[in-house]
Protein backbone atom coordinates (compact mmCIF):
# COMPACT_ATOMS: atom_id res chain seq x y z
CA UNK A 1 0.00 0.00 0.00
CA UNK A 2 1.22 3.83 -0.62
CA UNK A 3 2.41 5.33 2.40
CA UNK A 4 0.52 9.06 3.34
CA UNK A 5 1.93 11.41 6.42
CA UNK A 6 -0.74 13.57 7.67
CA UNK A 7 1.35 16.30 9.56
CA UNK A 8 -1.71 18.26 11.91
CA UNK A 9 -1.93 19.79 15.34
CA UNK A 10 -5.55 19.33 15.15
CA UNK A 11 -5.87 15.52 16.15
CA UNK A 12 -9.58 15.42 15.47
CA UNK A 13 -8.98 16.35 12.30
CA UNK A 14 -6.07 14.15 11.99
CA UNK A 15 -8.22 11.01 12.93
CA UNK A 16 -11.33 12.35 10.10
CA UNK A 17 -8.39 12.03 7.81
CA UNK A 18 -6.94 9.23 8.52
CA UNK A 19 -9.87 6.78 8.77
CA UNK A 20 -10.88 8.13 5.27
CA UNK A 21 -7.15 7.76 3.89
CA UNK A 22 -7.19 4.11 5.60
CA UNK A 23 -11.05 3.35 3.68
CA UNK A 24 -9.31 4.70 0.15
CA UNK A 25 -6.71 2.29 0.44
CA UNK A 26 -3.68 3.70 2.22
CA UNK A 27 -1.04 3.13 4.80
CA UNK A 28 -1.18 6.28 7.24
CA UNK A 29 1.15 7.70 9.63
CA UNK A 30 0.66 10.99 11.88
CA UNK A 31 2.90 13.89 13.37
CA UNK A 32 1.91 16.38 15.63
CA UNK A 33 4.35 18.78 15.09
CA UNK A 34 6.87 19.87 12.00
CA UNK A 35 10.22 18.81 13.33
CA UNK A 36 8.54 15.04 13.88
CA UNK A 37 7.09 15.15 10.71
CA UNK A 38 10.21 15.62 8.92
CA UNK A 39 11.85 12.95 11.07
CA UNK A 40 8.88 10.92 9.76
CA UNK A 41 9.23 11.46 6.63
CA UNK A 42 12.89 11.05 6.86
CA UNK A 43 11.91 7.58 8.69
CA UNK A 44 9.06 6.19 6.19
CA UNK A 45 9.75 7.47 2.83
CA UNK A 46 6.29 8.35 2.60
CA UNK A 47 4.62 8.23 -1.33
CA UNK A 48 2.43 11.77 -0.10
CA UNK A 49 2.57 14.63 2.72
CA UNK A 50 -0.26 16.27 3.89
CA UNK A 51 1.09 19.30 5.73
CA UNK A 52 -1.00 21.73 7.54
CA UNK A 53 0.61 25.24 7.84
CA UNK A 54 -0.22 26.50 11.27
CA UNK A 55 1.83 24.08 13.29
CA UNK A 56 3.76 24.51 16.67
CA UNK A 57 6.99 24.89 16.75
CA UNK A 58 8.41 24.56 13.04
CA UNK A 59 5.66 25.98 11.00
CA UNK A 60 4.15 24.10 7.62
CA UNK A 61 6.19 26.63 5.70
CA UNK A 62 9.60 25.94 7.38
CA UNK A 63 8.83 22.29 7.50
CA UNK A 64 8.08 21.91 3.65
CA UNK A 65 11.37 24.00 2.89
CA UNK A 66 13.45 21.53 5.60
CA UNK A 67 11.58 18.03 3.38
CA UNK A 68 12.48 19.81 -0.02
CA UNK A 69 15.80 20.60 0.41
CA UNK A 70 16.40 16.88 2.16
CA UNK A 71 18.06 14.26 -0.62
CA UNK A 72 16.00 12.13 0.78
CA UNK A 73 12.68 13.67 0.99
CA UNK A 74 12.86 16.51 -1.95
CA UNK A 75 10.96 14.19 -4.23
CA UNK A 76 7.96 13.31 -2.26
CA UNK A 77 4.85 14.96 -3.27
CA UNK A 78 3.73 17.68 -0.46
CA UNK A 79 -0.31 18.75 -0.05
CA UNK A 80 -0.40 21.75 2.23
CA UNK A 81 -3.60 22.28 4.32
CA UNK A 82 -4.57 25.75 5.17
CA UNK A 83 -7.24 27.97 6.38
CA UNK A 84 -5.14 30.69 4.80
CA UNK A 85 -6.18 32.54 1.12
CA UNK A 86 -4.07 34.88 0.85
CA UNK A 87 -2.39 34.85 -2.35
CA UNK A 88 0.76 35.94 -0.81
CA UNK A 89 0.30 32.71 1.13
CA UNK A 90 0.33 30.33 -1.46
CA UNK A 91 2.78 32.02 -3.57
CA UNK A 92 4.80 31.47 -0.15
CA UNK A 93 4.12 27.96 0.16
CA UNK A 94 4.90 27.20 -3.75
CA UNK A 95 8.35 29.06 -2.83
CA UNK A 96 9.59 26.61 -0.49
CA UNK A 97 8.39 23.53 -2.70
CA UNK A 98 4.64 22.69 -2.38
CA UNK A 99 3.28 21.18 -4.87
CA UNK A 100 -0.95 21.93 -4.25
CA UNK A 101 -2.55 23.22 -1.63
CA UNK A 102 -5.77 21.93 -0.12
CA UNK A 103 -8.34 24.61 1.80
CA UNK A 104 -9.95 24.42 5.23
CA UNK A 105 -12.50 22.77 5.82
CA UNK A 106 -11.45 19.88 3.42
CA UNK A 107 -13.80 18.87 1.05
CA UNK A 108 -13.13 14.89 1.31
CA UNK A 109 -13.44 14.25 -2.71
CA UNK A 110 -11.09 16.55 -3.50
CA UNK A 111 -8.96 15.52 -1.35
CA UNK A 112 -9.26 11.72 -2.49
CA UNK A 113 -8.57 13.28 -5.82
CA UNK A 114 -5.48 15.38 -4.42
CA UNK A 115 -4.03 12.52 -3.03
CA UNK A 116 -4.60 9.84 -5.90
CA UNK A 117 -2.96 12.59 -7.84
CA UNK A 118 0.16 13.10 -6.01
CA UNK A 119 0.85 9.15 -5.37
CA UNK A 120 0.37 8.71 -9.76
CA UNK A 121 2.79 11.58 -9.84
CA UNK A 122 5.44 9.73 -7.41
CA UNK A 123 5.19 6.62 -8.67
CA UNK A 124 5.80 8.12 -12.34
CA UNK A 125 8.59 10.01 -10.99
CA UNK A 126 10.29 6.58 -9.27
CA UNK A 127 9.97 5.10 -12.72
CA UNK A 128 11.60 7.38 -14.72
CA UNK A 129 14.71 7.82 -12.17
CA UNK A 130 14.85 4.38 -12.77
CA UNK A 131 14.56 4.75 -16.28
CA UNK A 132 17.41 7.43 -16.05
CA UNK A 133 19.58 5.17 -14.12
CA UNK A 134 19.59 2.56 -17.46
CA UNK A 135 19.97 5.17 -19.80
CA UNK A 136 22.93 6.54 -17.92
CA UNK A 137 24.36 2.74 -17.95
CA UNK A 138 24.47 2.92 -21.68
CA UNK A 139 26.22 6.24 -21.78
CA UNK A 140 28.71 5.20 -19.88
CA UNK A 141 29.12 2.49 -22.09
CA UNK A 142 28.77 4.65 -25.30
CA UNK A 143 31.57 7.09 -24.48
CA UNK A 144 34.10 4.43 -23.22
CA UNK A 145 33.40 2.59 -26.45
CA UNK A 146 33.05 5.75 -29.16
CA UNK A 147 33.94 9.50 -27.81
CA UNK A 148 32.25 10.91 -31.08
CA UNK A 149 28.96 8.51 -30.37
CA UNK A 150 28.63 9.99 -27.17
CA UNK A 151 28.82 13.76 -28.29
CA UNK A 152 26.65 13.46 -30.95
CA UNK A 153 24.01 11.76 -28.44
CA UNK A 154 24.68 14.42 -25.97
CA UNK A 155 23.98 17.43 -28.50
CA UNK A 156 20.90 15.54 -29.51
CA UNK A 157 19.40 15.05 -26.61
CA UNK A 158 20.35 18.78 -25.93
CA UNK A 159 18.73 20.46 -28.91
CA UNK A 160 15.49 18.15 -28.67
CA UNK A 161 15.47 19.45 -25.17
CA UNK A 162 15.38 23.33 -26.33
CA UNK A 163 12.89 22.72 -29.01
CA UNK A 164 10.69 20.52 -27.14
CA UNK A 165 10.46 23.56 -24.52
CA UNK A 166 9.47 25.67 -27.26
CA UNK A 167 7.19 23.34 -29.13
CA UNK A 168 5.11 22.55 -25.31
CA UNK A 169 5.98 18.91 -25.06
CA UNK A 170 4.16 17.69 -21.81
CA UNK A 171 6.47 16.84 -18.99
CA UNK A 172 6.23 12.90 -19.39
CA UNK A 173 6.91 12.62 -22.71
CA UNK A 174 10.07 14.98 -22.87
CA UNK A 175 11.61 12.41 -20.65
CA UNK A 176 10.64 9.95 -23.20
CA UNK A 177 12.37 12.51 -26.00
CA UNK A 178 15.43 12.88 -23.97
CA UNK A 179 16.17 9.21 -23.34
CA UNK A 180 15.25 8.20 -26.70
CA UNK A 181 17.77 11.17 -28.31
CA UNK A 182 20.04 9.94 -25.65
CA UNK A 183 19.79 6.05 -26.92
CA UNK A 184 18.89 6.32 -30.69
CA UNK A 185 21.92 5.33 -31.99
CA UNK A 186 23.02 2.87 -29.05
CA UNK A 187 23.05 -0.09 -31.90
CA UNK A 188 26.55 1.86 -33.35
CA UNK A 189 28.27 0.67 -30.08
CA UNK A 190 28.31 -2.71 -31.92
CA UNK A 191 28.11 -1.62 -35.81
CA UNK A 192 28.48 1.58 -37.33
CA UNK A 193 26.81 0.10 -40.21
CA UNK A 194 23.12 1.89 -41.06
CA UNK A 195 21.77 -1.50 -42.29
CA UNK A 196 22.81 -3.15 -39.11
CA UNK A 197 22.73 -0.48 -36.15
CA UNK A 198 19.17 -0.28 -36.00
CA UNK A 199 18.49 -4.13 -35.90
CA UNK A 200 21.14 -4.23 -32.98
CA UNK A 201 20.12 -1.40 -31.41
CA UNK A 202 16.50 -2.60 -31.03
CA UNK A 203 17.74 -5.95 -29.74
CA UNK A 204 20.01 -4.37 -27.16
CA UNK A 205 16.82 -2.70 -25.43
CA UNK A 206 14.00 -5.61 -26.18
CA UNK A 207 14.38 -6.75 -22.44
CA UNK A 208 13.89 -3.19 -20.98
CA UNK A 209 10.48 -2.57 -19.74
CA UNK A 210 10.68 1.04 -21.31
CA UNK A 211 11.37 -0.96 -24.35
CA UNK A 212 7.28 -0.10 -25.42
CA UNK A 213 8.27 3.61 -25.81
CA UNK A 214 12.02 4.25 -26.15
CA UNK A 215 11.89 1.52 -29.85
CA UNK A 216 10.25 3.82 -32.31
CA UNK A 217 13.40 6.15 -31.33
CA UNK A 218 16.09 3.69 -32.13
CA UNK A 219 13.87 2.16 -34.93
CA UNK A 220 12.66 4.94 -36.76
CA UNK A 221 15.31 7.69 -35.98
CA UNK A 222 16.24 7.41 -40.06
CA UNK A 223 13.14 8.07 -41.18
CA UNK A 224 11.82 11.16 -43.49
CA UNK A 225 8.37 12.78 -43.16
CA UNK A 226 7.99 11.99 -47.09
CA UNK A 227 8.31 8.28 -46.80
CA UNK A 228 11.45 8.27 -48.27
CA UNK A 229 13.55 7.08 -45.00
CA UNK A 230 14.44 3.47 -43.84
CA UNK A 231 13.02 1.03 -42.49
CA UNK A 232 9.22 2.00 -42.80
CA UNK A 233 9.06 4.52 -44.95
CA UNK A 234 6.87 6.08 -42.61
CA UNK A 235 5.17 9.23 -43.80
CA UNK A 236 4.27 12.46 -41.65
CA UNK A 237 1.00 11.53 -40.41
CA UNK A 238 2.43 8.46 -38.81
CA UNK A 239 4.89 10.01 -36.88
CA UNK A 240 4.43 11.62 -33.73
CA UNK A 241 5.69 14.81 -32.81
CA UNK A 242 8.74 13.60 -30.67
CA UNK A 243 9.39 11.27 -33.48
CA UNK A 244 9.63 14.11 -35.90
CA UNK A 245 12.02 16.22 -33.39
CA UNK A 246 14.19 13.46 -32.94
CA UNK A 247 14.86 12.88 -36.72
CA UNK A 248 14.89 16.81 -37.74
CA UNK A 249 17.55 17.38 -34.34
CA UNK A 250 19.31 14.34 -35.42
CA UNK A 251 19.71 15.98 -39.06
CA UNK A 252 20.89 18.98 -38.04
CA UNK A 253 23.19 17.96 -36.01
CA UNK A 254 24.68 15.61 -38.58
CA UNK A 255 25.59 18.83 -40.64
CA UNK A 256 26.83 20.79 -37.90
CA UNK A 257 29.87 17.84 -37.33
CA UNK A 258 29.70 17.95 -41.32
CA UNK A 259 29.95 21.84 -42.05
CA UNK A 260 31.24 22.93 -38.34
CA UNK A 261 29.06 26.25 -38.63
CA UNK A 262 25.35 26.93 -36.90
CA UNK A 263 24.13 28.86 -40.25
CA UNK A 264 25.48 26.95 -42.95
CA UNK A 265 23.69 24.16 -41.05
CA UNK A 266 20.30 25.41 -40.80
CA UNK A 267 20.85 26.52 -44.22
CA UNK A 268 20.94 22.83 -45.35
CA UNK A 269 18.20 21.84 -42.90
CA UNK A 270 16.12 24.43 -44.80
CA UNK A 271 17.03 22.83 -48.41
CA UNK A 272 16.13 19.75 -47.40
CA UNK A 273 12.78 20.82 -45.02
CA UNK A 274 11.18 22.10 -49.20
CA UNK A 275 12.34 18.46 -50.24
CA UNK A 276 10.13 17.41 -47.35
CA UNK A 277 12.08 15.29 -45.58
CA UNK A 278 12.36 17.42 -42.31
CA UNK A 279 9.58 19.51 -40.00
CA UNK A 280 8.92 22.91 -40.96
CA UNK A 281 8.07 23.82 -37.50
CA UNK A 282 10.62 22.17 -35.70
CA UNK A 283 13.66 23.75 -37.94
CA UNK A 284 11.57 28.00 -36.91
CA UNK A 285 12.01 26.16 -33.96
CA UNK A 286 16.17 25.01 -34.38
CA UNK A 287 16.36 29.08 -35.57
CA UNK A 288 14.41 29.97 -32.20
CA UNK A 289 17.13 28.29 -30.15
CA UNK A 290 19.97 29.55 -32.13
CA UNK A 291 18.63 33.25 -31.56
CA UNK A 292 18.54 32.39 -27.67
CA UNK A 293 21.82 31.35 -27.50
CA UNK A 294 23.22 33.93 -29.60
CA UNK A 295 21.29 36.45 -27.47
CA UNK A 296 22.76 34.86 -23.92
CA UNK A 297 25.97 35.15 -25.29
CA UNK A 298 26.11 38.35 -26.22
CA UNK A 299 24.55 39.39 -22.81
CA UNK A 300 27.91 37.49 -21.10
CA UNK A 301 30.26 39.85 -23.37
CA UNK A 302 28.83 43.16 -22.39
CA UNK A 303 31.71 44.33 -20.01
CA UNK A 304 30.80 45.39 -16.73
CA UNK A 305 30.41 48.97 -15.21
Known amino acids: MEKVLIVDDNEQNCEIIKDLLFTWGYDVYVAFEGLKGFNLA ?18 G ?21 TVLNEVEDRIRGFNVGA ?94 ASSEHVEIGMDIISSLSMCEWLNIFVRNHHEKM ?37 DTSVKELSNECKKGYWSVEILEAIKQVLKDERFIKSIRHIPKE
Open 42 to 59: YELKPDVILLDVMLPGMN
Open 61 to 81: FETCKKLKKNPATQNIPIIML
Open 99 to 192: DVFLSKPIVYQELKNRVAWAVKSKNIFNNMEKIDNVAESFLKIMKLKDEDLYLHAYNVKNYCEKVGKILFVTDEEMNHLLIGAYLHDIGKTVSN
Open 226 to 262: NGQGFPDKLMSHQMSLNLKILITINRFVELLEQYGDK
